[in-house]
C-alpha cells in the first residue's frame, strides 16, 4: 500500500509518491526524465526531451477551450538532497522515505523536495486527467534549478507556442509571485599550500543551526556555519598558532549552511578546550534568538603526522573567509521589507591545492548584482585565487498589466473569501529566464505550503494542497 493512498487529492498525490520514489537531486535528473518521458508516450502525447534533460508536455484544448490562447505549466524536475547527520540513505540512489503527521507529509530524515515535486505532479494530474477543463497546455519541466536554474537557461523556447505561464514554484498559500531577482553562482579558488607536519589533530565543527532557503529566509538572520566556524578558527588562531588541515561546510550555494567542520594540527594544545567553550558561550549568546540550538564542539582526534596547510596558507583562508561578505547586503529602496542584494557562502572545502567557496549572489538590480560578484572577484585576487561565474540568471520585473493575475485574484477572492498577497520576492525563479526568452509573457508564481525548504525538516501542508489544487483546476477552466 503506498503511504499517501488514502489522502486527497489521490491524483497529484499519486504521481508526487512515485516521484519521490526517484533520485532526483540536481545533476540526476536522468531517471525522472525518463519518467516523464514515458508517461507522455502511455498516453500518445507530443513530448520533447533536450540534452539538459529538460522535457516539454503538450496535450490539446479540451472541448469548447480550442480558440483560448495556449496555457504554460511550469516546474522543475531536480530537488535540493539534504540530511539529517547519521541519516543512512544514499539519495543519489535511493528514493524518499515518505511518512505523514497530522496535516503534514514529509519524508524521514531528509528533504522532502516538495520544491518542486509537487509541482511535476500537479502537472501530470492534469495531463492525465479527462476530466480536467483546460486551454491548450504546455507542460515544461525543467532541470538543475537548484543550482542555477541551469535547466530553463539551456531550454530552447522555439518549440512553445504560449504567451501566458503558471509557475507552480512557491511555497506560500495564498501568495501570488510576481517579481524576482536575479543571480548568480559565484565559485572563489584560493590557491593553498601544504606541508608534513607533526602535533596534536583537533575537529572543531559548528553544528545546530537552522540553516534554510538563501533567498527568502536571508533576511531572518540565521547563522551561516562556514562563517561561524571561520569567525571560531580566527579565535583560537589568535592565541595558539594552528594550522589547518581540512575544512568543509555545506552541500548547496543556495542552502544556508547548518553545519561546518574543521581539522586542526596545533603543537601545544594546552588551553584549546577552554577557548573553545569561551566561543561556544559567544556563539550562544549572539544567536539565542535565530539559532538557540547553535553549539562548537570541539573533538580530539589524536596525535601524529598531518599534511597541513602552511602558516602562511591558514592565515590566508581564515582572512578571505572573514573578510568575504555574506548576507543580506542591500534592502529594497522601492519595496519595504524586501531584500535587494544577498550573498550566500553555501559551499566550502578544502582540496591539496585550493580552498573553494561557493556563493550565491542575488539582487533585483542588475548592476548591483555584478557589483557584488566584483567584490568577490577583487577579494579572491588578493589572494591570487580566481572566480568562475556559472547560472548567471536576469531579474523578472513587474507587469503592471497583466491578464493572469487579475484573473487569478478573482477566482482566488471567490474560493477563499479574501484576497491574495501579490509580492516581489529576493529568491530566483524561473520565471525571470522564461520572460526573457518568450517575448511578452504573462507569468504568475504560485503554490501550497510548503514549510522548512532546503533542509531534513521540510514538509508540506495537506489541506494548504487540497485548496490549492481546487484552485489550480479552476484556473484552467477559466482561462
Known amino acids: 500500500?503506498?503511504?499517501?493512498?488514502?489522502?486527497?487529492?489521490?491524483?497529484?498525490?499519486?504521481?508526487?509518491?512515485?516521484?519521490?520514489?526517484?533520485?532526483?537531486?540536481?545533476?540526476?535528473?536522468?531517471?525522472?526524465?525518463?519518467?516523464?518521458?514515458?508517461?507522455?508516450?502511455?498516453?500518445?502525447?507530443?513530448?520533447?526531451?533536450?540534452?539538459?534533460?529538460?522535457?516539454?508536455?503538450?496535450?490539446?484544448?479540451?472541448?469548447?477551450?480550442?480558440?483560448?490562447?495556449?496555457?504554460?505549466?511550469?516546474?522543475?524536475?531536480?530537488?535540493?538532497?539534504?540530511?539529517?547527520?547519521?541519516?543512512?540513505?544514499?539519495?543519489?540512489r535511493e528514493g524518499l522515505r515518505l511518512a505523514r503527521e497530522g496535516d503534514y507529509i514529509f519524508a524521514k530524515g531528509t528533504t522532502l523536495g516538495g520544491d518542486d515535486g509537487i509541482a511535476i505532479a500537479m502537472m501530470l494530474a492534469i495531463l492525465d486527467s479527462g476530466k480536467i477543463a483546460h486551454p491548450a497546455l504546455e507542460c515544461v519541466f525543467t532541470t538543475d534549478e537548484e543550482i542555477g536554474m541551469l535547466g530553463a537557461a539551456a531550454l530552447d523556447p522555439a518549440p512553445l507556442a504560449g504567451r501566458t505561464m503558471l509557475n507552480l514554484d512557491s511555497e506560500n498559500e495564498g501568495v501570488f509571485t510576481v517579481s524576482c531577482a536575479g543571480g548568480a553562482t559565484v565559485s572563489c579558488a584560493v590557491p593553498v599550500c601544504r606541508e608534513e607536519k607533526t602535533g596534536v589533530l583537533f575537529e572543531l565543527s559548528v553544528e545546530g543551526l537552522l540553516g534554510g532557503h538563501s533567498g527568502v529566509e536571508i533576511n531572518l538572520g540565521r547563522a551561516n556555519a562556514n562563517k561561524l566556524l571561520a569567525r571560531a578558527l580566527d579565535f583560537l588562531s589568535q592565541s595558539l598558532p594552528l594550522q589547518l588541515v581540512s575544512i568543509a561546510g555545506g552541500l548547496k550555494d543556495n542552502a544556508i549552511p547548518a553545519r561546518s567542520c574543521a581539522q586542526i594540527l596545533l603543537r601545544e594544545a594546552s588551553g584549546i578546550e577552554a577557548l573553545a567553550e569561551a566561543f561556544d558561550l559567544v556563539l550562544k549568546h549572539e544567536y539565542a534568538a535565530s539559532d538557540a540550538g547553535v553549539s562548537l564542539k570541539l573533538i580530539r582526534a589524536g596525535e601524529g603526522k598531518a599534511n597541513a596547510l602552511t602558516a602562511k596558507s591558514t592565515a590566508d583562508v581564515l582572512s578571505f573567509l572573514l573578510l568575504a561578505p555574506n548576507g543580506v547586503a542591500e534592502m529594497s529602496r522601492e519595496i519595504e521589507g524586501l531584500v535587494e542584494s544577498s550573498l550566500n557562502l553555501g559551499i566550502l572545502n578544502c582540496g591539496e591545492a585550493f580552498l573553494n567557496a561557493s556563493f550565491s549572489v542575488r539582487s533585483s538590480v542588475s548592476s548591483r548584482k555584478e557589483m557584488l560578484i566584483r567584490i568577490l572577484t577583487r577579494l579572491t585576487g588578493l589572494f591570487g585565487g580566481s572566480v568562475c561565474v556559472q547560472g548567471d540568471y536576469p531579474a523578472w520585473e513587474y507587469r503592471r498589466n497583466s491578464p493572469l493575475r487579475e484573473r487569478m485574484e478573482r477566482i482566488f477572492t471567490a474560493q477563499y473569501g479574501f484576497s491574495p498577497k501579490i509580492e516581489a520576492i529576493h529568491a530566483g525563479l524561473e520565471c525571470g529566464i522564461f520572460a526573457g526568452k518568450l517575448e511578452g509573457l504573462d507569468c504568475v508564481s504560485c503554490g501550497p505550503d510548503l514549510l522548512e525548504i532546503h533542509t531534513p525538516r521540510e514538509k508540506m501542508s495537506i489541506s494548504s494542497l487540497q485548496r490549492f489544487w481546487q484552485f489550480v483546476i479552476e484556473v484552467l477552466g477559466q482561462s
Open 1 to 92: 500500500m503506498r503511504i499517501l493512498e488514502s489522502i486527497e487529492p489521490k491524483e497529484p498525490l499519486r504521481f508526487f509518491e512515485e516521484i519521490c520514489a526517484i533520485p532526483h537531486g540536481s545533476r540526476n535528473t536522468g531517471a525522472i526524465a525518463d519518467y516523464c518521458v514515458e508517461f507522455a508516450r502511455e498516453r500518445g502525447l507530443f513530448c520533447l526531451r533536450d540534452e539538459q534533460n529538460n522535457v516539454i508536455i503538450k496535450k490539446p484544448a479540451s472541448k469548447g477551450y480550442e480558440e483560448k490562447p495556449v496555457l504554460i505549466l511550469q516546474g522543475h524536475l531536480d530537488m535540493v538532497c539534504e540530511k539529517e547527520p547519521g541519516a543512512e540513505i544514499d539519495l543519489a
